[in-house]
Structure formats: C-alpha cells, structure tokens
C-alpha cells in the first residue's frame, strides 16, 4: 500500500505570494491532518479534515486554509506569505473514525517552504 | 496551554553506549506517544502508552510513561548508529488532540 505523498517537496517563495500544497493520504484513509514544523518549535497543529469538513483547527491565522476533496486528496494554502511561514509542511492521514478517538497517523514526507 | 518538554535538545553519543532521553509536562496526558523522525521524512510512530507506570520494549529501546501520566522517558541500550533521528514525544489531551515536543536531535557515531 502506498504512503502518503505530498506535493511539492520544495518550494522557495517571496513575502506576500501565496502557495498551495498538496496532500494523498493512504488509500482508504478519510481523515487528513496538516502541520507546520519548525526547529525547535515542535508540530503545531494548522487542521484537520475528514469528509471533505474541516473538523479540527489549531491556532493559526487565517491566512492558512485548507480543503479536502471527495477522493480525500487535501490541499492547504497560505496566503500573504511572511518569512515566518518558513517550514516544513507534514501531513498526516489515518482511518478517520468518530473523532473521538486518537488513532494512529501516517505522515507524509513533508513539504518544505523557503519564504525569501 | 499544555507543554511538553523535551531533554536532551541534543545528544551525540558513540555506538554502542547507552542513552535516556525524557519528556516532561506539567498536563496529564491520556497517552503518549513516541515517534522518530529521519532527515527529509516524516515522522514515523514507534509506541504509545497509555497506563501510568507502563513500560514497553522495542528491541533496544525501552519506554516508560511515568506513574501521574505527566512525563515518559526513552531508554536506548547500545546505541547504533541507525538510531540517529529526531526523536519526537507526543501527548494525547482530552479533546483527542496530539500536544507534541520539539525533539531530541540523537546522533550515533560510528
């Protein structure tokens, strides 16, 4: 079975552009969570989705936002970038269930963004 | 806010010593989980604990979830240089969301 995969891998961009990454979860994975990874800082939490509804939100501004598609394909996008949206971009899929459980994640490879 | 800390934020170590790297937290955690990340992945689940006091093997790694649910430990014995990674604690709050530290850098010389 397939992993994750997350397109692109790189990505450099300059303040106040936008950018959109693209996540496949695993086959038969309905739920799909994104992060922003930096040294030192940890995962923080951007979202969740599952069933194309966004079920869970971390603490980010509205310049982050994401979708999810029928096929369970997601995207994020971050608008207005600042030389702080610098990262690696995880996301991680898993069965999806109730939401009311923690179920096991599987991430991707990441995308990494360089803003300039 | 909950907060997980981790110690060491670096470690390099020779192969074959022994090692310990902890996760520590003021919240209680309904689980925790430990996961190691290599360069230019993700990060790769190794166990979760649930109980306080649990102890779980993983071949030469040992992972203790401490009595009060509130810090964990990882235990490598004879350290290889194929354990090299970020390793990566997580803790599980009661809205079934992850909480998760900043990683220890393990490097294993050869």
């Known amino acids: 079975k397939a992993g994750v995969t997350q397109t692109p891998r790189y990505l450099i961009k300059t303040r106040g552009q936008q950018v959109t990454l693209s996540c496949s979860p695993i086959s038969g994975h309905r739920s799909v969570s994104w992060y922003q990874q930096t040294p030192g800082q940890g995962l923080q939490f951007l979202f969740e989705?599952?069933?194309?509804?966004?079920?869970n939100k971390g603490n980010f501004p509205g310049r982050f936002s994401g979708r999810q598609f029928s096929n369970s394909r997601s995207e994020m996008n971050v608008s207005t970038l600042e030389l702080g949206d610098s990262a690696l971009y995880l996301c991680a899929s898993s069965l999806g269930g109730s939401g009311k459980t923690l179920e096991t994640q599987y991430f991707g490879p990441g995308t990494r963004l360089l803003v300039l | 806010t909950q907060l997980l800390e981790q110690s060491p934020q670096f470690l390099s170590i020779q192969e074959g010593e022994n090692l310990t790297v902890y996760c520590n937290s003021s919240s209680v955690f309904s689980s925790l989980q430990w996961y190691r990340q290599e360069p230019g992945e993700g990060p790769v689940l190794l166990v979760t604990?649930?109980?306080g006091g649990e102890v779980k093997k993983l071949k030469r790694l040992t992972f203790q979830f401490g009595d009060a649910r509130k810090d964990s430990s990882l235990h490598i014995t004879a350290a290889q240089p194929g354990d090299t990674g970020l390793y990566l604690c997580?803790?599980?709050?009661?809205?079934?969301?992850?909480?998760w530290g900043a990683g220890t850098k393990l490097i294993i010389k050869p």
């Open positions: 989705y599952f069933s194309e509804t966004q079920r």
């Open positions: 997580a803790g599980e709050d009661s809205n079934y969301q992850l909480i």
């Open positions: 604990v649930v109980t």
